[in-house]
């Protein structure tokens, strides 16, 4: 049907147009109740009374829970895992401390959110405060830590770099920072908590990873996994915060548990600053030695970044220089992080690498400029086909490609490469370029395929749709597979009920779920095959398979011009339906044969009011190698979407500080400014990746968050262009230009 790489409209649109498309907080059960969390003022201290008596007396209030009445829970697993996503180590309401401001301190249930959110203002707390532990960037290297490893390693060292770089004729040494950034997706975080009579809990729930909610609920509530069943059937913007569980999901099961009833939690935009974890920031140095025409022999980086007093979150932001660019010399890099009075941080898109290629991508631009390089040039002869930390060839790197085929899109050539150069009438034009590569992540996922009588077919799977396509992409899998026209398949997502499946997060679900989706519809297929061959009423008996054709929902025997349905097929066989069942297990990254990542190079074109050192992005254009492309439409949409992400990173995006309180200030639309469609010109896309049977047998690789990443170098190298102004702090803003 060749129904994989069209461009086919997303499956779930109407229902997202119209409204139909129930989202968790759209979910109304009989009977539910509404609770709100009262939170702290202070960011370090404890809690020396509450005083509830008031706010008991309320009109509508069933009950309030603090830490002397709250039942207890068992500790978070340590470590941390992608299959105990505790978003934050410590648990609400279980002791008298404060860690950061905002955290919960009580829970109020009442018949409406009106009046729970009311008896919250009547609780009286008395406190014994402390002035808040805060990341400060003068001070930051000083209180720095080594932690203990998260995710990765910590340091890493192929060579001597130390030695390449101080021996190497150009060097780059430079102190980049980046700021405090929150998700802000458009659907609060909400979580409806019901118990039935069995003992059974059903959590519906805004996440991007069900099992790993149940897993986690189970372990820290001491509930059986079986009596746990976790819904999130579409997500309105998840972007990394939604993939780990937060203190509200467990106080609404404990809260729901403690009154039997079904209660209802929905964050504020303002609780989602402190209840649901961001982006830390991170204060890099980066050093670079290179021979005189730009050959990098040597590459240090170092990062660090704020974490909680109670948790050790890394933000890897050293990790892209492990893998991006070749250094004959060697390679090194470390992280620290400073621990702080705030919640803990979490994956934000695109976390580690989006962070880190603003260093290492500036840098790399100074490097041309110094070595009197053109920055695409530079980039071409430190390309390498070998990763440079494991020393395995990579399965696939287009990044010649992206390179060369988006500076040729783009009109790089007509670049004049001094800065201040090019002009429109009062307008400084700046044009910067930078490069990128993501990690692949590979994580188990189970799916199962039903071919029904109907002719229909069904896919049947536990990963997500978090808005980027899901529904559609898993019908295009299982229709090519099938021989089926898309609008036959039926995909049902986001129930644990379903075959388990990995979180939607590190743009993992079109390579990892997708291809449990293709192995489970083959199954299926086959089983078809086998009984037109070889089945009690085989229409094709001693046929060779290699002669049967499946195609417009029909089994064809080419060689003699026989003909069947699926539906007669089945029919025949009084049979309702044939499931096919698929546990793709692939192995693990660190040790398959090749090293897979998603490659990138981006191009920034940017127009600066001297006199305001205002900055307007003017155009933008992206060339991505993300292996086999299954939806082009919905593909560039993601594209689309990292761009402006990556646009809110290097121009508008921060969250700030109250030095005073530890509170973050700007906690709301208003005060946090994130790209518009008024400072989004038009963006042009291009895919040139291959197919990457290493990485999947869809041949896919990760896509969503390779789109933001290095987006901010090139705004930034294109502001270097404009104006002769490095500037090496985000979000690049008016005063730093003035």
Known sequence: ???????????????????????TADIALAGAVHAAIVHSTIANGRTLSIDTT???????????????????????????????????????????????????????????????TYAGTLIEVEYQGHPPALFDLRTAKEDAVDPPQFLWPVASSVGDAENAIAGAPITIEQTYTTSDRHHNQMEPHATTAVWDSDGMLTLF????????????????????????????????????????????????????????????????????????????????TIALGANNNGKLLGIRHDSISPTPVFDNYIEYAALSARHLWGATGGISTNHKVVHVNRNT?????????????????????????????????????????????????????????????????????????????????????????????????????????????????????????????????????????????????IVRLGDTRLPASHPAIGSATMANAGASVLLAAKAARDKAL?????????????????????????????????????????????????????????????????????????FAEVRIDAELGLVRLNRFLGAYDAGQIINPKTAHSQAIGGIIWGVGQALLEESETDPVTGRFLNRNYSGYLAP?????????????GDFDEEASPL??????E?????????????????????????????????
């Open 1 to 23: 049907m060749n129904v994989v790489g069209q461009p086919i409209s997303r499956a779930d649109g109407r229902l997202k147009v119209t409204g139909a498309a129930r989202y």
């Open 205 to 284: 729930e805004t996440t991007q990873h069900i099992f790993g909610t149940k897993e986690l609920v189970s372990i820290v509530l001491g509930i059986p996994l079986e009596k746990i069943n976790v819904v999130s059937r579409f997500l309105g913007g998840g972007f990394g915060g939604k993939g780990y569980v937060w203190p509200h999901t467990l106080l609404a099961a404990l809260a729901a548990r403690v009154l039997n009833r079904p209660v209802r939690l929905q964050l504020t935009r303002a609780q989602m600053y402190s209840m649901t974890g961001h982006q830390p920031a991170t204060i890099q």
């Open 530 to 602: 086998a009984l037109a061959l070889t089945g009690p009423d085989a229409p094709f008996p001693g046929a060779d398979a290699h002669n049967v054709v499946i195609a417009d929902g029909s089994l064809r025997l080419e060689n003699r011009n026989l003909n069947i349905s699926y539906s007669e097929l089945l029919a025949r066989n009084q049979l309702s339906s044939l499931t096919g069942e698929a546990d793709y297990n692939p192995i693990e990254e660190a040790n398959g044969p090749k090293a897979v990542f998603s490659f990138s190079a981006v």
């Open 706 to 738: 390779l789109t933001a990443v290095s987006v901010a170098p090139a705004i930034a190298n294109a502001v270097y262009h404009a104006t002769g102004k490095r500037v090496r702090s985000l979000p690049i803003t008016i005063e730093k230009l003035l």
């Open 54 to 116: 008031n706010a008991e007396k309320a009109p509508g209030v069933l009950t309030i829970l603090t830490h002397c009445n709250i039942p207890r829970m068992n500790p978070t697993p340590k470590p941390w895992s992608h299959l105990h996503p505790h978003g934050q180590g410590y648990l609400p309401l279980q002791d008298d401390r404060i860690h950061y401001a905002g955290q919960p301190i009580a829970l109020i249930i009442a018949d409406s959110l009106d009046r729970a």
């Open 699 to 704: 041949g896919a690789k990760g896509l969503g």
């Open 676 to 688: 518009t469609n008024a400072d989004i010109p038009e963006l042009d896309v291009l895919f040139v």
């Open 345 to 489: 941080p979490t994956a934000m898109r695109s976390p580690h690498e989006a962070l880190g290629h603003f260093a290492l991508e500036s840098a790399m631009d100074e490097l041309a400029y110094a070595t009197g390089s053109d920055p695409v040039a530079l980039r071409l002869i430190n390309d390498t086909e070998t990763d440079p930390l494991s020393g395995r060839p990579f399965s696939t790197r287009a990044m010649r490609k992206c390179l060369t085929e988006g500076a040729a899109r783009f009109g790089w050539e007509r670049r004049t490469p001094e800065p201040g150069s090019m002009r429109d009438g009062r307008y400084l034009i700046g044009q910067g370029m930078a490069a990128a590569i993501y990690t692949h992540w590979r994580w188990p996922a189970k799916a199962r395929v039903m071919l029904n009588v109907d002719g229909s077919a069904t896919v049947e799977a536990g990963m997500h749709d978090i808005g980027t396509g899901t529904y559609t992409v898993m019908q295009q899998v299982a229709a090519d597979a099938l021989g089926l026209a898309p609008d036959k398949v």
